[in-house]
């Protein structure tokens, strides 16, 4: 119940295009979903965040959408740039500690 | 947000030795934390840094294996004990400030011979 899956493992977006990736949980207490890129060497940093009250978050390029009903929620980079080609891990969390979904490597190609 | 300086940034360590990671932060913080990351896999929780106490494990993660000490608000020290190749992976440091999320500093990347 404690666990976040998250798909697909890798994506492979072109210069400009649309990047989905999608996270679905079980325990309906978590209350905090943050997304956070990862670059080759260093630790992660937060994208994004969103809690349930809210169905979505917008910051510039990036979304998050938040399905309550469906126990989902979905980052969308619009416009991806080659400088987005990271690992990108989403979380939730009821409390202080993170419960990490498994991670997707996206490549954008120019 | 925080600065997070993790020492060593890597290391190479025969089996059976142990290594302790620091991690120093320029701010006072609320909640330190230790992660570990294998090789391209996701991140799991070691444990939660308790300032002036015992840390508090995880399930999978005990004392004995991952001793950790956090002797004020912005140092705490992660061991890793009799260390074999499973142990090779990325230990990462996170903490939080009041008010403000989770901000992880750039890890510890171990091999083990």
């Known amino acids: 119940q404690q666990q976040v899956k998250q798909s697909p493992q890798s994506l492979i977006v072109q210069k400009g295009g649309i990047s989905i990736i999608n996270c679905a949980y079980e325990?309906?207490?978590?209350?905090?979903f943050p997304w956070y890129q990862q670059f080759p060497g260093k630790g992660p940093a937060l994208l994004i965040a969103i809690r349930p009250d809210v169905s979505e978050k917008k910051e510039g390029r990036f979304t998050i959408s938040f399905n309550k009903s469906a126990k989902q929620f979905s980052l969308h980079i619009m416009d991806s740039q080659p400088g987005d080609s990271a690992t990108y891990f989403c979380a939730a969390s009821n409390t202080d500690k993170l419960i990490f979904g498994t991670g997707t490597r996206l490549q954008v190609f120019p | 947000s925080a600065v997070i300086s993790q020492k060593p940034s890597r290391d190479i360590c025969q089996r059976g030795t142990s290594l302790t990671i620091q991690c120093q932060v320029d701010s006072q913080v609320t909640m330190m934390f230790w992660y570990r990351q294998q090789p391209g896999q996701s991140l799991t929780l070691i444990a939660t840094?308790?300032?002036?106490?015992?840390?508090?494990?995880e399930s999978g993660f005990v004392i004995d294996k991952f001793p950790i000490s956090r002797p004020n608000l912005t140092f705490s020290t992660l061991t890793v004990s009799n260390m074999s190749p499973e142990d090779s992976s990325i230990y990462l440091c996170s903490v939080i400030i009041l008010g403000q999320p989770q901000h992880f500093g750039d890890g510890t990347r171990l091999s083990i011979l």
């Open positions: 325990n309906t207490a978590f209350d905090y």
């Open positions: 840094a308790n300032q002036g106490s015992e840390a508090t494990y």
